[in-house]
Nanobody
Framework: QVQLVESGGGLVQVGGSMRLSCAASGRTGNTYTKAWFRQAPGKEREFVAA????????SYADSAKGRFTTSRHNAENTMSLQMSSLKPEDTGVYFC???????????????????WGQGTQVTVSS
């Protein structure tokens, strides 16, 4: 079992950058595939990015490609999402999630993720 806690959200200007972190705890937390999802007000939750347990495989939503980078910091048992060139449409609650394998279902399918954090708010002000 793994527990996830997000941090780093807040208010940022359009075009700015922000780094989100997800701290994981648990016996084998570093081996789990982890992902970022977000939910804007009045909209469905959507996939943002995912990274394998090894950190060698990543997947990004089209909206995130070229602007967002997710990485693992296994020594600290954390995962990060570095966001740059932020747009108003990036606003939302960002969640980190984890599942057993990068290959167990589609990485962008939220139903495959067993463990979820509480979320952190990101607001991009124009």
């Amino acid at each position: 079992q793994v527990q996830l806690v997000e941090s780093g959200g807040g208010l940022v200007q359009v075009g700015g950058s922000m780094r989100l972190s997800c701290a994981a705890s648990g016996r084998t937390g570093n081996t789990y595939t982890k992902a970022w999802f977000r939910q804007a007000p009045g909209k469905e939750r959507e996939f943002v990015a995912a990274i394998s347990g090894s950190g060698t495989m990543t997947s990004y939503a089209d909206s995130a490609k070229g602007r967002f980078t997710t990485s693992r910091h296994n020594a600290e048992n954390t995962m990060s999402l570095q966001m740059s060139s932020l747009k108003p449409e990036d606003t939302g609650v960002y969640f980190c999630a984890a599942k057993m394998s990068f290959y167990s279902g589609a990485v962008n399918d939220q139903s495959g993720y067993k463990f979820w954090g509480q979320g952190t708010q990101v607001t991009v002000s124009s």
